[in-house]
């Protein structure tokens, strides 16, 4: 019974795992299709979680979608996150430091998600209500700073899902994207030169876990002509020794990871 309890886990799994960003509304048969599950057993699966509220289906009655259920676990997730709470000081202080915007996100596989901010004291564009709770991976200082330290799988991943454009500094050729994630692994941090916004600039770091695995990054972004790239080479080491900070309040001790290899 166990065994088929876990089964049924799986499958239901699966069918939430086949949406993203890109692919917000699936049939039943394109379900079943990237599943690899028969038709009637994905319907079934399907609507158990249309009744927990996982799905909600679209007003043509044609298409699923992840339902608000999900939304609300992410957010209690969030704030019950021991990152969150550890890391805020930090980001408060490393915002002081350099006199800038730092934003703290989580890795979720594919984009980075928001979870703190702090001003840095600046005021203007940069000072607005963030409306946008993701970022992509590829084009963005703490995407590319989280991104760098994943296996090649993750990365193939995220290559796998298209290298959009959305400036003309945009990375967008898979092999680019390995040199640039090569170098960001060799020196421990990684820029965004007008990337992903042509007027913002930005340098992140990366952040682990207890067990090693960088789950976050933390970065001190800013308008490109006050953020030019030599100042950004200066402000990585704070942006760095903040994210080790982080890291250790987590549990990782470095010293320990290096032994384990």
Known sequence: METKNIKSTGKLMSVLECFSTRDRLLSVSEIAARTGLPRSTAHRAILSLKE???????????????????????????????????????????????????????????????????????????????????????????????LAFQDEATIAKVVAGGLHRFTANTITEPAALETALAEIRERGYSLDLGEHKSDVNCAAAPIRSSNGRVIAAISVSGEADRLPEARLHRIAPYVMSHAAAISRRLGFVEEAAELAI
């Open 52 to 146: 927990i509220g996982f799905l909600d289906q679209d007003a043509s009655r044609e298409a699923y979608r992840l339902g608000l259920k999900l939304f609300q676990l992410g957010v209690t997730v969030l704030h019950n996150m021991d990152l969150q709470s550890e890391a805020r000081p930090l980001v408060e202080s490393l915002g002081s430091l350099v006199g800038e915007v730092v934003h703290l996100c989580v890795f979720d596989g594919e984009r980075m998600v928001f979870v703190e901010r702090a001003a840095g004291g600046r005021t203007g564009a940069q000072n607005a209500t963030i409306t946008m709770e993701q970022s992509p991976c590829y084009c963005t200082g703490v995407g590319k700073a989280a």
